[in-house]
């Protein structure tokens, strides 16, 4: 099985590594990662100028590429290098994926464009702190969600995952879609100059069997996702 590994928070995030360490128990393995942050890029494609992909020795001897593009120009173009894959997996991203963060997620987007283009993709996450994660802890825990998946019949295309601390057990979940603050927070940097930060922070508790729920709770939350936004219901009143 060919494993394309990618994320959104560059080539060299620890997570990276640790996740294309776990996909090569499963398969042969390439990294096409960007050659810098790209967090809550979303879905977003370069096509204003050309990209570039480099090879990277360095990677614990890994077949690994760098792009200056986005997560979905990093599986695009490694999916074409590679003459394609059967498995793309994106993450570890530093920080959680859950409920809203989905729609803009770069970590999320590199998983959705594997799909777009054929190959199923599943992204994974897990809680950022001050200390990086415990990788050797985690790894075990990405591995039996890998088995899963695969093992599902049939198995789910298009896959978020996100892993809390500690986890003791996997709960398949839906997105839990919250109402969200969108707060603006203005400052002034250290030249005086006026700025501003926004942040999307949840203002609801999370619904049961959501993947923020389980999170929350402790288990390893796999939500299945579908790349059709029709709103179905609405759609069925409209042709009413
Ligand atoms: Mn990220």
New binding site residues.
């Given amino acids: 099985m060919k494993i394309l590994v990618s994320?959104?928070?560059g080539i060299h995030s620890p997570g990276l590594l640790a996740l294309a360490e776990v996909a090569a128990q499963f398969g042969e393995v390439m990294i096409c990662a960007p050659d810098a942050?790209q967090?809550?890029t979303g879905q977003a494609i370069t096509i204003t100028r050309p990209l570039a992909m480099h090879p990277v020795r360095s990677l614990a001897g890994f077949n690994a590429w760098r792009v200056n593009g986005t997560p979905s120009d990093c599986v695009a173009l490694g999916l074409y290098k590679w003459g394609g894959a059967d498995l793309v997996l994106s993450g570890i991203?530093?920080?959680t994926n859950l409920g809203n963060d989905v729609w803009h997620?770069?970590?999320v987007a590199a998983a959705k464009q594997a799909v777009l283009l054929g190959v199923p993709g599943y992204a994974f996450s897990q809680a950022a702190g001050p200390d990086e994660p415990n990788y050797s802890q985690q790894k075990p825990h990405i591995a039996q969600v890998i088995e899963v998946l695969l093992g599902s019949q049939p198995a789910p295309r298009l896959a978020n995952i996100n892993l809390p601390p500690n986890p003791h057990g996997l709960r398949w979940t839906h997105q839990s879609v919250r109402a969200y603050n969108g707060k603006v927070v203005e400052a002034h940097d250290p030249m005086g100059r006026p700025h501003l930060w926004f942040s999307a922070i949840p203002l609801t508790s999370p619904d049961v069997n959501s993947d923020r729920w389980a999170y929350d709770n402790g288990y390893v939350s796999i939500t299945p996702l579908r790349l059709d936004l029709t709103d179905d219901a609405a759609l069925r009143n409209l042709n009413a």
Avoid: I
């Fill in positions: 994320n959104d928070d942050e967090s809550a991203n530093l920080g997620s770069g970590t």
